[in-house]
């Protein structure tokens, strides 16, 4: 056994698109059912939606994407939950 119990192996694929608009995801992906990764651009959302009938995809969204935020509050000194999260996931890291 595998990745997530399956027996397959984890696939990772690149496709080149001169657009961000969701249809581009929505068309390449179409009928896709599993995880998959992304970077937290909005686009993404219209694969799981419920009204797609595509409730077999789940979005994961990206730790380093994530932090990224919370850095930004850490360095500017605005937040002291940003701070204790980014000494957390250095601990991760």
């Known amino acids: 056994m595998t990745d997530f119990g ?7 694929a690149y496709r080149f ?10 068309r390449h992906l179409n009928g896709y059912h599993g ?3 992304v970077d937290g651009y909005a ?6 939606l419920s009204d ?8 994961a969204g990206c730790w380093s994407h994530s932090r990224r935020k919370f850095y930004e509050l850490h360095v500017a000194g605005s937040s002291e939950v940003a701070t204790a ?4 996931m250095a601990k991760l890291w």
């Open 17 to 26: 698109e001169d657009s961000r608009a969701g249809e581009c995801a929505v």
């Open 52 to 59: 797609r009938g595509n409730d077999g995809v789940t979005l």
């Open 85 to 88: 999260m980014v000494e957390r």
């Open 43 to 48: 686009a993404y959302n219209k694969l799981a």
């Open 6 to 12: 399956r027996s397959g192996p984890t696939m990772v």
């Open 35 to 37: 995880i998959l990764q």
